[in-house]
């Protein structure tokens, strides 16, 4: 049976993340300094609206004790087929922190409001606005977790997701299974998606000789990644 773990969650509202348009730009597909109208007006109108949509939120457990092997990773007696790559990432790490951030409900279904109108590019601004969002959210969250551990004598990895290296997504459900029910109102899917569809979940490492590594996208096969196309 799986140990109960103290959750800490965090909410934000979008004028605290201070969005900024460059990794708009760069999950777009556009060179930052090259972007032509209508993008930026379409962009800045459409950040200066999205506030009543969003539901931003994440937090995360700390787990321990976890056992790094080969392949896998285990958690208190569970086990993650997480492939050696994220376990070289996370190599040294004394405990993980297990966490999720979404953007909120009503970004996702703005978005599809706007493609079932028929019009797909305001919807397509609106779905990388979303998640341009989450991850910025989840920037800050990373952000306080190393602040607060770094007090403590402990370093951070990386953050790393199921989907990211060939870690299969379909191990949520043991991701989930260490967070409370519909924790952070994200929940799963039958199919291992989450919901809002506007969300993240993974491991941080943490530990006295962990090591903080950039994302290695070269070495990684996954097409539709984030930090990839963020690069």
Known sequence: MVTTYTPVTYRFTLEELNIEVEPIYKLMGFDPDDVHEPFPEMIQNELAILAPYCNIQGGYVLVEPVELQDKTIIINGVTFE?????????KNSQRMALFTCTAGEGISARSKQFMDNGDMLEGYITDVIGSVIVETAMDRIHNYIKNEYSLMGENTTNRYSPGYCNWSVGEQFKLFSFLPDNFCNVSLSESALMHPIKSVSGFIGLGTDVKFIEYLCD????TNCIYRNLK
């Open 82 to 90: 997480v492939g050696k790559k994220v376990t070289r990432y996370l």
């Open 219 to 222: 070495n990684c096969n996954s």
